[in-house]
Each structure stands twice: as structure tokens, then as C-alpha cells.
């Protein structure tokens, strides 16, 4: 596995330090799941979108939704009950084992709601800009200028 090293970096601009752990993040996640549970990305309308994860198996109680520092977490984990251990199988496909799954969100991105239902997991997030930060229209002004506005004093 190959490293990457932003930190000289570091002292010429601000911000890299994100951009590192992202890279380190992704570096760490271990390839075998990867690809559990599936999962896809819709979007909904212009400040709205819908993760859909495919959680055969999973009910309510066993799922965690964490939102925290721009990431997004799920968590998926299934206490074995004395009826899973007494079952015995001719075939077993539903994988029930525990799954994290991360999502990295933009800036402004918030976790409406989330349910289940039909072994899939909804969750919907919007996009809310800040007033502060959405774009403005300066309005633009026409004074005369007043020639004395501006002295220039003479040495």
C-alpha cells in the first residue's frame, strides 16, 4: 500500500489537513467490505437526495445513523438470538454480518429523516445554504464625483 505525504503542504496553503484525512480515510478502508451493504444515490430535486442502502435482514433496531463532521455513518449489526443459532441452513445468501458504511458530505448537507422498509434503507438529505453565504445582488449607484473628494497636497 502506498502513502501519500501532504504535510509539506501544509505550510503554504490552509485547508490541506482536510484534504489529507480524506485521503487517509479512503486508504484505510478495508476492500473485503467495500461493497456491503450496496447501496445508491439519488437525487431528488436541486437541494435534495436520497440514499437508498440495500439492508436485507436488518430491522430498525439493529441499524445506527450518525452524522457527524461532514460524514456521514451507518451501522449495521445483528445480535445472534437463540433462534439464529438453533436454525440450521441448506443455504445461506442473506448476509447479516456487521457492515459501517462512511459517506462524506458537502458543507450545508443535513439528515432529514431515514426508515426502512422492504429490506432498504432511506435516508433523505437536503442542502441548506446559510443566508449569509448564498449569492447577493450589490446593487450598483451612479453619485457624481466631487472633485474635492480627493486633495493632493502639495510637498
Do not use: C, W
Not at 48 to 65: H, K, N, P, Q
Not at 102 to 127: C, M, P, Q, Y
Not at 128 to 138: C, D, F, G, Q, S
Request: no cysteine; charged share 30%; proline share 3%.
Amino acid at each position: 500500500m502506498h502513502t501519500i505525504d501532504l504535510s509539506p503542504f501544509h505550510r503554504f496553503s490552509v485547508g490541506f489537513d482536510r484534504m489529507q484525512r480524506q485521503f487517509e480515510r479512503m486508504q484505510s478502508h478495508d476492500d473485503a467490505t467495500r461493497g456491503y451493504p450496496p447501496y445508491n444515490i439519488e437525487v431528488l430535486g436541486e437541494d435534495s437526495y436520497r440514499i437508498v442502502m440495500a439492508v436485507a435482514g436488518f430491522g430498525e433496531t439493529d441499524l445506527e445513523i450518525l452524522q457527524q463532521e461532514g460524514t456521514l455513518v451507518v451501522n449495521g449489526r445483528i445480535e445472534d438470538g437463540e433462534s439464529e443459532a438453533e436454525t440450521s441452513y441448506l443455504h445461506r445468501g442473506i448476509a447479516k454480518r456487521a457492515f459501517e458504511r462512511r459517506f462524506e458530505l458537502a458543507d450545508h448537507i443535513r439528515v432529514e429523516s431515514a426508515n426502512i422498509a422492504d429490506g432498504l434503507l432511506s435516508i433523505k438529505l437536503t442542502r441548506e445554504v446559510p443566508e449569509a453565504l448564498k449569492p447577493r445582488n450589490i446593487k450598483i449607484s451612479s453619485t457624481s464625483t466631487d472633485s474635492g473628494a480627493i486633495e493632493h497636497k502639495a510637498a
